[in-house]
């Protein structure tokens, strides 16, 4: 995971699958995706992952 992320310029901390995956998430939602349909492709339970990153959209905007 390290070495894909470094490969693509990703810089940060943390470089565990959990950024892939916020960064579909995000992108996703940037695209006007809805919440239900990211979640689903992600495989998620919930919309909890969906809902926090959206917060985050918002108040960047």
Known sequence: ???A???VGFEGDDMSPRVLRNTFCRRQLLAGV???DVAALLGLASLHTCDRI???ID???
């Open 34 to 36: 809805s919440r239900l």
């Open 5 to 7: 992320l470094q490969a």
């Open 54 to 56: 959206a917060a985050t």
């Open 59 to 61: 108040a960047q905007l």
């Open 1 to 3: 995971m390290r070495d």
